[in-house]
Structures are given as C-alpha cells and as structure tokens.
C-alpha cells in the first residue's frame, strides 16, 4: 500500500525558510517520479518542483531561485527547502509520487504552510 506522508509544514514570517519532508513507502521510492504540488483555497493545484529518478529537477516560475527539491533514497524521502518565502506562497503543500509499475499518481494528505507577518 502507497503512503505519502509530509511534515515540516507551519507559519512563518515574509523572508524566512521552511523544509517540508515526505516520507514515502509502498513502492520503489528509488525509481520515482517525484513531485511536490500546492492548493490555494478556490484554485487548481499547481506543480511546485519535480525530481525525477535521474536527479533531473523542473521548477514552477514563481519558485525558481528560491525553492529546491531533493531527495534521500535511503529514507525513501523526499524534501522541498523553500527560502526567501513571500505571502503568496500560502498554501496547502501535496507530495505527490507516480509508480509507473501502477501507472498511476499517488498523494499525501498535504502540510499547511502560511506565510504572514
């Protein structure tokens, strides 16, 4: 069974940096498309950062400089360091995994993150 579990979520002032972490199990982690998404309240959720198996990384526009995704293969997870946030980077953050041996996306349950003074 797919489990995708994100933390590192929380409030934090204009400027500062916040490390989200997804803890992934059920399938080959190694092998995996990675993705980290986010939802603002009334809007489509949107790709933030993606890393694919190779180490290849591709990043939203509005992201590029200040996020970065990485990955441990050893802890099966995968991480988004998030710098110089800004209050239009509030949302609700989503790990997001593709199994290929499935074909198919798998979630997490989403981590808060709110940027305000």
């Known amino acids: 069974q797919v489990q995708l579990v994100e933390s590192g979520g929380g409030l934090v002032q204009p400027g500062g940096s916040l490390r989200l972490s997804c803890v992934a199990s059920?399938?080959?982690?190694?092998?995996?498309?990675m993705r980290w998404y986010r939802q603002i309240p009334g809007k489509e959720r949107e790709l933030v950062a993606l890393l694919t198996s190779a180490g290849g990384t591709n990043y939203a526009d509005s992201v590029k400089g200040r996020f970065t995704i990485s990955r441990d293969n050893g802890k099966s997870t995968v991480y988004l360091q998030m710098n110089s946030l800004k209050p239009e980077d509030t949302a609700v953050y989503y790990c997001?995994?593709?199994?290929?041996?499935?074909?198919?996306?798998?979630w997490g349950q989403g981590t808060q993150v709110t940027v305000s003074s």
């Open positions: 059920g399938f080959t982690f190694s092998r995996s498309l």
């Open positions: 997001n995994a593709y199994v290929s041996a499935q074909n198919r996306a798998h």
